[in-house]
C-alpha cells in the first residue's frame, strides 16, 4: 500500500464525525457560563474555541446564534446593560459573536476598574507649607503704629 492510499484509508476509518463526539462539544457550550471572578477574555475565548470545534465537525452555529449563547451565558448581574447594549440597534444584522464579546469585553473592563478605584482610598494629607508662629499674635500694640492704619500718611 502507498502513502496515499494509506490516506485514504485512513481518513475511512478515522476522519467519521461521531455523534457522540459532536454531542460533546455542543453540551459544553451549552454548560458554559462566565465566572466574573477570573479573567473574562480568556473564558470567551475558550467558547469560541468550542464553536471551532463544532465547524471543524461540520456542524456550523448562525454567528446570530453564537452571540445569542453568548449573552446566555452571562452572570445576571450584567444581563441587563449588556443585552440592552447590545440589542440597541433594532436589527439582528450587527448582532454577531465578535460585537457581543467586545461589548462584554468593554463591561468586563468598566467593573474592573470601578474596583479599583473602590479599593484605593482617597485620602488627603495635610501639607502646609506656611510657618506657624509659636504664640497667639495680639493686634493691640499695633494701634498707635500709623503705617497699619490703612491711611495715606
Known amino acids: 500500500m502507498n502513502a496515499p492510499d494509506a490516506w485514504v484509508e485512513l481518513q475511512c ?3 467519521i464525525v461521531s455523534p457522540f463526539q459532536v454531542f460533546e462539544y455542543f453540551k459544553r457550550t ?6 466574573i471572578s477570573k479573567p473574562i477574555h480568556s473564558q ?7 464553536y471551532s ?4 465537525k461540520q456542524v456550523d452555529f448562525p454567528n446570530f446564534i453564537k452571540a445569542m449563547v453568548l449573552l446566555t451565558v452571562l452572570p445576571s448581574a450584567w444581563e441587563a446593560p449588556i443585552i440592552q447594549f447590545v440589542m440597541q440597534g433594532g436589527t439582528i444584522t450587527p ?5 457581543t464579546k467586545q461589548t462584554i ?4 473592563d468598566a467593573e474592573k476598574a ?3 478605584g473602590k479599593s484605593q482610598s482617597l485620602t488627603a494629607n495635610k501639607i502646609s507649607a506656611v510657618k506657624h508662629k509659636p504664640y497667639n499674635p495680639s493686634f493691640a500694640s499695633q494701634k498707635g503704629n500709623a503705617s497699619y492704619k490703612g491711611s495715606s500718611p
Open 30 to 35: 451549552v454548560l458554559f457560563k462566565l465566572d
Open 44 to 50: 470567551i475565548d475558550y467558547l469560541n474555541s468550542l
Open 95 to 99: 448582532i454577531t459573536f465578535d460585537n
Open 114 to 116: 470601578k474596583k479599583v
Open 105 to 108: 469585553l468593554h463591561y468586563w
Open 53 to 56: 470545534t463544532l465547524t471543524a
Open 13 to 15: 476509518l478515522y476522519g
